[in-house]
């Protein structure tokens, strides 16, 4: 079992940053694929970014790619997302997910556990 809880959300104006955070529990975090996905209100939940195991590899969408980083501890068993030149279409509730594979994946279905999400919201 792996709880996840996220933090660093909050409000920022066009062009800022934000830096998320997750926490995993649990001492098998390390060989967790980890990931990233957001939920605007009335849109379904999408892929933002994952990250395997060992963070030698990782995966960006293509609507955050250059803007944002995915990067991960496992010493003190978290996962970042690096987000910068925010725009207001990034609003949404962001979800840090854990994959019991060592390999990343863009579809949520593969993702195991969940965490309870963190809004952000961009001001234009």
């Known amino acids: 079992q792996v709880q996840l809880v996220e933090s660093g959300g909050g409000l920022v104006q066009a062009g800022g940053s934000l830096r998320l955070s997750c926490v995993a529990s649990?001492?098998?975090?390390?060989?967790?694929?980890m990931g990233w996905f957001r939920q605007a209100p009335g849109k379904e939940r999408e892929f933002v970014a994952a990250?395997?195991?060992?963070?030698?590899?990782?995966l960006i969408a293509d609507s955050v790619k250059g803007r944002f980083a995915i990067s991960r501890d496992n010493a003190v068993n978290t996962v970042y997302l690096q987000m910068n030149s925010l725009k207001p279409e990034d609003t949404a509730v962001y979800y840090c997910?854990?994959?019991?594979?060592?390999?990343?994946?863009?579809?949520?279905?593969?993702?195991?556990?969940w965490g309870q999400g963190t809004q952000v919201t961009v001001s234009s």
């Open positions: 990250i395997s195991w060992s963070g030698a590899g990782t």
């Open positions: 649990g001492r098998t975090f390390s060989s967790y694929a």
């Open positions: 997910a854990a994959r019991n594979s060592a390999y990343p994946s863009t579809y949520a279905g593969n993702y195991d556990y």
